[in-house]
């Protein structure tokens, strides 16, 4: 690309693609299938089973606002009957999916990484390394008899240094059930959460905290465990989101923490709009900017991406995605010697840095993408 061609634009990729891992009646069990609805879902993995979760995750998906997926089906020790999520023999063929070169390391690209019912810590940890290294999001249960107590002693093990790619959400929801006359059940609410991301996100964007009043439950009937605000409160502080019933709203989603958010945490991704938005940016720029892998790397170059990477920017901040009353206290965008130095130019790289003050909580984040340019690849 010449110094005056015109600067590619870059595309915002999608935020709510997700993908969900169990056990299914049928389908392949050494690839990903993707569906866009509960037909699909049908069709290709035989529909619902009593003693399985992930079908009725998939109907609380599609009934919550999400509208696209990846299936990946695992039938650890037996494949013709159901397994619990946490049975060893299911927790050692999860761990083989997820390696590298496994079937959920095969799928392009995902946002939402579900495992219904799912609560092994040494699983979880796993899940939440995979994520980050996708820019996904891993959206963990509870336990079907979690108490307040005992949801807090579960989070050992699960709050380690990728941490913050996932968040944990307690109390199971109920709803009826289509193979019980539809009588009441209690469900895993990864399924219901992963909709209203997905809804969220389409109606208010990534930035949104999928939490609040606008954050109801479709379908659900009522809660396993009902909280006051005192308790409530204090799982918040902790870094366990709660599903919670108030009069003329209804059941909604009323937190917004990722693993890593517990009060008295130094994190830096203390919140899941945050985390989220900046693997969005990040993973946005990169796709977009693979243009540069053969250019010369020096300034004609970098003043090229910090006109690319500005004009996304800008328009995120024209959407209302950062704080700030202007451009400049809203983002950064810095591309030039002092991002790239003659090391980086001798190993083929180029490196642009990116802030954007968030809207919650209000901090100034930076992330940095390094991108083969000068003909390396």
Known sequence: ??????????AALPTSIALFVGWAPSGPVDQALRVKSVGDYDRDFGGLDA???????LRHFFGNGGSDAYVLRIIGPNADAAVDPNDPGFVDALHETFAAGGPADQIARFNLLCVPGLTDPGAIAMLQDFAGQRGAFLIADCA?????????????????ATAANSALYFPWVVASDPLRNNSPRAFPPSGFVA????????????????????ASVAGATGLAVHLDDATEQQLNARAVNCLRSFPGAGIVVFGARTLAGADGRAAEWKYVPVR????????????????????PNGEPLWSQLRQSVGNF??????QGAFQGSTP???YVVRCDQTTTTQADIDRGEVNIVI??????PGEFVEIRIAQPAGGSR
Do not use: C
Not at 276 to 295: C, K, P
Not at 313 to 318: A, S
């Open 328 to 330: 400049g206290l809203g």
């Open 144 to 160: 079907g008899n979690d108490t307040p107590t005992s949801v807090l002693a579960s989070l050992a093990g699960k709050t380690g």
């Open 276 to 295: 989220r938005l900046a693997s969005f940016i990040e993973q946005s720029v990169q796709a977009g900017i693979q243009w540069v892998v053969f250019e």
């Open 1 to 10: 690309m010449s110094e005056l061609a015109a600067v590619p634009p870059i």
């Open 195 to 214: 909709g209203i991301f997905a809804r969220t996100d389409a109606q208010r964007h990534v930035w949104k905290a999928p939490a609040g009043t606008e």
């Open 51 to 57: 003693g399985a979760l992930l079908g009725y995750a």
């Open 355 to 360: 802030g954007f003050a968030a809207l919650k």
């Open 313 to 318: 920017m800008q328009t995120l901040f024209m």
